[in-house]
């Protein structure tokens, strides 16, 4: 049987942020995601000690490829 590896990705979940601030207040952003206002703010200050849940880093990087296009997000990876 054939092992399958995964390989780790690493996001650049501020620059996320800051880059989808571009186009829409933080605090909107983080509403349609349906997250509490601030955070996305705390996102973009760096203040989050740990990654982003599964769930909410999905949502992120969804409303990220709706606001900044494709390319953009694919610029993300570490």
Do not use: Y
């Not at 601030?38 to 982003?52: C, H, N, S, V, Y």
């Amino acid at each position: 049987m054939k092992q399958i590896t995964l390989t780790e990705i690493r996001v650049d979940w501020q620059r996320a942020a800051l880059n989808i601030r571009k186009h829409v207040s933080l605090s909107r952003a983080s509403k349609m995601m349906g997250e509490n206002v601030g955070f996305l703010a705390q996102i973009a200050r760096d203040e989050m000690k740990t990654e982003p849940r599964f769930s909410k880093a999905l949502k992120i990087l969804d409303l990220h490829t709706e606001l900044c296009g494709e390319e953009a997000t694919k610029g993300l990876r570490q």
